[in-house]
Nanobody, 126 residues
Framework: QVQLVESGGGSVQAGGSLRLSCAASTYTIAYCMGWFRQAPGKEREGVAGLHTDGTTRYTDSVKGRFTISKDNVKKTLYLQMNSLKPEDTAMYFC?????????????????????WGQGTQVTVSS
């Protein structure tokens, strides 16, 4: 079992930055990790994924603006979000799946992930 707790959300004006954190209850070296978001009335969307081999994936709308990273010593996953836009407004969730699940080839697919945090709200005003 992996428990995940997100933090760092908030309200920011367009063009601003936020860094989201996701603290894990255990070391996640053997887990693929991801950030997802869900806006009201919309489906959960994969934002960024991080494979155990260091490979990253991003949805097209955030490429060049968001960066996913992980500190294995601190057991924390990050999402640095720059040049934020109103359309980035959503609840952001982090997720984890064991590497040996065979599902790390779908880093932007919510159905691939086993463990989820409760989310942190990001609101970007124009």
């Amino acid at each position: 079992q992996v428990q995940l707790v997100e933090s760092g959300g908030g309200s920011v004006q367009a063009g601003g930055s936020l860094r989201l954190s996701c603290a894990a209850s255990t070391y996640t070296i053997a887990y693929c990790m991801g950030w997802f978001r869900q806006a009201p009335g919309k489906e959960r969307e994969g934002v960024a994924g991080l494979h155990t081999d260091g490979t990253t994936r991003y949805t097209d709308s955030v490429k060049g603006r968001f960066t996913i990273s992980k500190d294995n010593v601190k057991k924390t996953l990050y999402l640095q979000m720059n040049s934020l836009k109103p359309e980035d407004t959503a609840m952001y969730f982090c997720a984890a799946v064991p590497y040996n699940s065979g599902r790390c080839n779908a880093l932007l697919e919510a159905t691939a992930f086993t463990y989820w945090g409760q989310g942190t709200q990001v609101t970007v005003s124009s």
